[in-house]
C-alpha cells in the first residue's frame, strides 16, 4: 500500500505540475504578459512541490506510526478474561503471536482468542492501509485546488520554490549530522558504561590486553585486562609501515606525472591509479594473507629471522599499497595548484626541472602534501578488512615489524564476534576502543582540513 | 595571363615584410633573430620575425593582445620549450651563437638570460632566499658573505634594499605588487645575466609603483640589454630606444622610438599608436 500511495503521490504531482503550467501559461500568453512574475514551468513547479512533499510526508509517518497504533487496538480489544492476571511481558509475546498469525505464519495450535484477534488484526490493517491511500490523495486534491486558486501574473512562484527547494536540501543536511550525532552518543554511552566497569586510566595507559572473559558462567577464559597501549601500539605500527611504504611512492608518483610525465604516460598512470583506489580492502586482505605473509615469511628465515607468520610487515605493506592511490592523487593536486608563475620563475632563473620540484614546487605545495597525508594515516588507522585478515589477535606490545600484533580495528571485531552482551566488559570494551579511535581519526581529519585550508589562502 | 598570376604569387606578401629604421648612432648587436617562426601545434603564431637587438639599451615590443609579441620574447630564453606542442623555427644569435643549437644548455641560458613575469611571482620564501636563490643554484657565491654581498647589492640594483633591508628574512609575498616586481627583477639580476625579458613588467602594477619600475629599467640600460613587451605606449615611449610593432603575428614595423612614435613608416603602426585599432 505504501508501493502504491508513492506511485499515487508521483502521478498528482506530474498532474499538479501540468495544471499549474497550463494555467500559468493562460495569462502568460493574454495581454499584459510582461507583468508575468514567473516563467510557466515555475507556477506547475510550486503546484507540485506542495502537493508532493506534504503527501509524501504524511505517507512516512502514516506507515511509520500505524503498527504500533493497531498493536493498542488490538491489545485492547483482547477479552477481558484472556488479558487479566497476564504481565506485559506475557502480553507482548501474545501480541507477536498475533502478529506472527497474522502475517501466516502458524506455530502450534493458538488459542481462540489470539485467533480472532489475528483476524481483527488483518482488517484493520487492511482498512488503514487503504485509508492511508484515500487520505494521502485527498490531501493532495485539496492542496491541488488550493494552490491552483493562488496562481496569479504576480505571484512569486519561482521565489516560493526556491524557499521550498532550500528548506529540502536543509533537512537533507540535517539527516547526515543527526545521523553522526546520534553515532557518537551512543558511542560516548555504552563507553561511559565500559569505565564504570574498567577504570579509563587502566583502560588508557594499561599494557596488558586479554579481553576474552567468560561471558556465560559455563565458559572458561581468562580473567581478562583492559590495557589498550598494545592495541594501540599495533595500530601505530601497522600505519606507520603502511605509511613508509605509501609516502615515498605516492609522492614520487605524484612528482612525476605533475613535472616530468608527458602527456600519453599520463592518461596511462593516473586511470591505473584510479582502479587501484577502487580495489575492495577485502581483496587486499587475501593478498596479504595468502602472498605477502608467506613470501616475509619465507624471506625472513632465509635470513634467520624470526617472523610471525602475520607478521604486522605484512599487514603494513599491503596496507601501504592501499592509501598509495589517497596520497599520490592529493599530492597531484597539490603540486598542481602551486601557481604556474612559479614554476616558470625557476625555470626562467635556469633551474633545472629537479632543482625546480625541490627548491620551488615542493616547499609551495608541502601543506596540500601534508594534509593528503594525514588523510591517508587517519584512513590507515581506520582501515579494518585487511587487518582483519592479515593482522594477529594477540596484543603484543612490540615495535618488531616481524612480529605478529593487533590493532584496534581487529579487536572490535573479534569482541562483537559470538556472545555479546551489553553488560559484560568485553561488549562494552569494543564501543571505549570505537570512541577512541573516533576521536584519533577525528583530529588528524580536523588536522588535515586545517592545514590544506591554510594552503589554499596563501594563493587565492 | 597565367604567367603574370604566377609571378605575382612568388612576390612575398606585404603583410609579412617588415619596415626597418636604423639608428642614427648603431650600437652592436647583442640578440639577433633571423625568421623565427613559432607553431603551438598546427596553428602559426609567429610569421617569421627577424630583428636586431642592441646591446645595453631597452627595446620595447608593442601591439595589440595575440599579435605575438610575448611568444617572440619567450623564444629568447627558449621559456616557449615548457609549452607542449609548441615549434619554434628559425635562427636566433645571442652573441652570435646560435641559442636553439644542441650544444647549447637551455639552463646556462636562462642564466644569461633572465625575464621578469607580467605577475609578480616571488617565491613562498624569505626575501633573501628569493634572490639568493639563482645564486645558489649556479654556485656562484663561495661563501655565505659573499653570497650576502650579492643579495644585497641586487637588492641595491633594484632600488628596493632600503625599503627591506630590516625584513630581509620575511616571506617575500608580504611584499606589496610594486615591491614584489622589483624583488623579482633583483632576483633576475642576481645572477647577473647579460639580457633582462621584461613581459608587461607593470600591468599588474599601480602607477607609482610602475612609475620605479620605469625608472628602475632605465637605470638597469647601462649594465644589460632589455626587451620590455608592454600595452602601454607611453610606457613604451619612455623607458625604450627601439620599439618593434607587431600585429598578427608578423613584425611590423621597428625602428628608434621616437621616429616610431612620431613619424611611423607604416599605416599600421599609425593606427595603432594613434588608437585607431587595437
Redesign the interface.
Known amino acids: 500500500m505504501v508501493g502504491y500511495s508513492l506511485l499515487l503521490i508521483v502521478i498528482l504531482s506530474l498532474v499538479a505540475y501540468y495544471v499549474g503550467r497550463g494555467s500559468a501559461r493562460r495569462f502568460a500568453g493574454g495581454a499584459g504578459s510582461d507583468k508575468v512574475h514567473s516563467l510557466p514551468g515555475y507556477h506547475g513547479a510550486f503546484i507540485a512541490v506542495w502537493v508532493g512533499i506534504p503527501a509524501f510526508v504524511l505517507v512516512v509517518l502514516w506507515a511509520s506510526f500505524q503498527g504500533a497504533m493497531l498493536d493498542n487496538l488490538v491489545i485492547s480489544s483482547l477479552p477481558q478474561a484472556f488479558t487479566d492476571g497476564k504481565s506485559p511481558a506475557e502480553l507482548n509475546l501474545a501480541l507477536s503471536e498475533i502478529r506472527n498469525l497474522a502475517s501466516g505464519r502458524i506455530f502450534g495450535e493458538p488459542a481462540p482468542e489470539i485467533r480472532a484477534a489475528a483476524e481483527r488484526l488483518l482488517a484493520w490493517q487492511h482498512i488503514a492501509s487503504w485509508a492511508m491511500v484515500v487520505v494521502a490523495a485527498a490531501l493532495m486534491i485539496l492542496v491541488l485546488v488550493f494552490a491552483r486558486t493562488r496562481i496569479a501574473p504576480r505571484f512569486r512562484a519561482r521565489n516560493n520554490v526556491e524557499r521550498v527547494l532550500s528548506a529540502l536540501m536543509v533537512f537533507c543536511s540535517v539527516v547526515a549530522i543527526l545521523t553522526t550525532v546520534g553515532i557518537i552518543v551512543s558511542l560516548l554511552y555504552e563507553s561511559i558504561a565500559f569505565f564504570r566497569l574498567v577504570p579509563i586510566h587502566e583502560f588508557l595507559f594499561g599494557l596488558k590486553w586479554e579481553p576474552q572473559i567468560a561471558i556465560r558462567a559455563d565458559q572458561v577464559a581468562g580473567a581478562g585486562a583492559f590495557g589498550a597501549v598494545p592495541v594501540f601500539a599495533g595500530t601505530l605500527l601497522i600505519s606507520a609501515i603502511a605509511l613508509i611504504v605509501a609516502i615515498p611512492i605516492g609522492l614520487f608518483t605524484a612528482i612525476y606525472l605533475v613535472e616530468y610525465a608527458d602527456d600519453r604516460v599520463r592518461n596511462v598512470v593516473k586511470p591505473i591509479m584510479e582502479i587501484l583506489a577502487g580495489i575492495p580492502t577485502v581483496v587486499f586482505g587475501f593478498f596479504a594473507v595468502l602472498t605477502v605473509a608467506p613470501a616475509i615469511r619465507e624471506a625472513g628465515g632465509l635470513m634467520g629471522i624470526a617472523t610471525s607468520p602475520n607478521s604486522a610487515l605484512a599487514a603494513g605493506f599491503v596496507m601501504g599499497i592501499m592509501i598509495i592511490p589517497f596520497i599520490s592523487s592529493l599530492s597531484d593536486d597539490a603540486l598542481r595548484s602551486v601557481p604556474r608563475a612559479m614554476r616558470d620563475g625557476s625555470l626562467a632563473m635556469g633551474a633545472t626541472a629537479s632543482e625546480t620540484m625541490t627548491k620551488v614546487l615542493l616547499p609551495a605545495a608541502l601543506p596540500g602534501i601534508m594534509g593528503g597525508i594525514l588523510l591517508a594515516a587517519s584512513r590507515a588507522i581506520g582501515e579494518t578488512m585487511i587487518v582483519v585478515m592479515a593482522a594477529g589477535l594477540i596484543a603484543t606490545l612490540t615495535i618488531n615489524p616481524m612480529d605478529s600484533v593487533t590493532t584496534v580495528t581487529v579487536q572490535i571485531v573479534s569482541m562483537l564476534i559470538g556472545d555479546t552482551s551489553f553488560d559484560s566488559p568485553k561488549t562494552l570494551a569494543a564501543f571505549a576502543l570505537g570512541l577512541v579511535l573516533f576521536i584519533v581519526t577525528l583530529g588528524l581529519n580536523i588536522l588535515a582540513l586545517q592545514i590544506v585550508k591554510k594552503y589554499r589562502e596563501q594563493y587565492e | 595571363m597565367a604567367d603574370v598570376a604566377l609571378a605575382t604569387r612568388d612576390v612575398p606578401t606585404p603583410e609579412f615584410q617588415t619596415v626597418r629604421t636604423p639608428d642614427p648612432h648603431p650600437r652592436p648587436t647583442k640578440v639577433k633573430a633571423d625568421n623565427v617562426k613559432v607553431f603551438y601545434g598546427q596553428k602559426q603564431a609567429l610569421n617569421g620575425v627577424s630583428i636586431d637587438i642592441p646591446v645595453k639599451s631597452v627595446t620595447a615590443f608593442i601591439g595589440p593582445s595575440g599579435c605575438g609579441k610575448s611568444t617572440f620574447l619567450r623564444c629568447l ?1 627558449r ?1 616557449n620549450d ?1 609549452i ?1 606542442g609548441c615549434r619554434v623555427e628559425g635562427e636566433i644569435l645571442l652573441d652570435n651563437r646560435d641559442i636553439y643549437d644542441a650544444s647549447l644548455d637551455v ?5 644569461r638570460v ?2 621578469v ?1 607580467q ?1 609578480p ?5 624569505s626575501i633573501f632566499d628569493n634572490v639568493a ?2 645564486p645558489k ?2 654556485g656562484l657565491a663561495r661563501s655565505k658573505a659573499e653570497l650576502e654581498e650579492i643579495v644585497v647589492s641586487s637588492l641595491q640594483k633594484a632600488s628596493l634594499f632600503n625599503e627591506v633591508k630590516d625584513r630581509l628574512h620575511e616571506p617575500g ?1 608580504g611584499l606589496s605588487g610594486g615591491q614584489q616586481q622589483r624583488l ?1 627583477i633583483a ?2 639580476i642576481a ?1 647577473s645575466p647579460d639580457v633582462i625579458l621584461m613581459d608587461e613588467p607593470c600591468s599588474a602594477l599601480d602607477p607609482i609603483a610602475t612609475a620605479k619600475v620605469e625608472e628602475l629599467i632605465d637605470e638597469l640600460r647601462e649594465n644589460f640589454t632589455i626587451v620590455i613587451v608592454t600595452h602601454s605606449m607611453q610606457q613604451a615611449a619612455r623607458v625604450s630606444q627601439r620599439t618593434a610593432f607587431f600585429h598578427l603575428g608578423t613584425l611590423v614595423e621597428e625602428g628608434p622610438t621616437d621616429h616610431v612614435f612620431t613619424n611611423p613608416s607604416e599605416r599600421r603602426t599609425q593606427d595603432y599608436i594613434t588608437g585607431r585599432f587595437g
Do not use: Q
Request: hydrophobic fraction near 35%.
Open positions: 630564453n621559456m615548457t607542449d639552463v646556462e641560458l636562462r642564466a633572465g625575464m613575469f605577475k611571482n616571488p617565491f613562498p620564501k636563490y639563482g643554484i649556479h609575498t623579482c632576483r633576475t645572477v
